[in-house]
């Protein structure tokens, strides 16, 4: 069982940055990935990243948010630039592990604010 736990979020302006980082427990030998929930829309994907360094990213957030792991420390990062009021949300990490059958793991999230 892998825990996941996110830091970073917090309140900016419009403009501003924020580092989110999340700390896994174990290994993170998979697929990790930064979603978000706005309040009243469904959870999102934001970005993601495998463990061969491949990311993807939302269109939404392309050229701003940049997604980032050291497996050395089990941790994975989400800079995130330029941020706009549409970015406000709560984010969650998420660990997908392929074995014999997919298994997600989630962190609690954190909030991010920007005001305009």
Not at 57 to 66: E, H, L, N, P
Not at 83 to 105: H, I, M, Q, S
Request: positive net charge; hydrophobic residues 35%; proline residues 1%.
């Amino acid at each position: 069982q892998v825990q996941l736990v996110e830091s970073g979020g917090g309140l900016v302006q419009a403009g501003g940055s924020l580092r989110l980082s999340c700390a896994a427990s174990g290994s993170i030998f998979g697929i990790m990935g930064w979603y978000r929930q706005a309040q009243g829309k469904q959870r999102e994907l934001v970005a993601a990243i495998t463990a061969g360094g491949s990311t993807n990213y939302a269109d939404s957030v392309k050229g701003r948010f940049t997604i980032s792991r050291d497996d050395a420390k089990n941790t994975v990062y989400l800079q995130m630039n330029s941020l706009k009021p549409e970015d406000t949300a709560v984010y969650y990490c998420n660990l997908k592990v392929f074995g014999l059958a997919r298994t997600d793991y989630w962190g609690q999230g954190t909030q991010v604010t920007v005001s305009s």
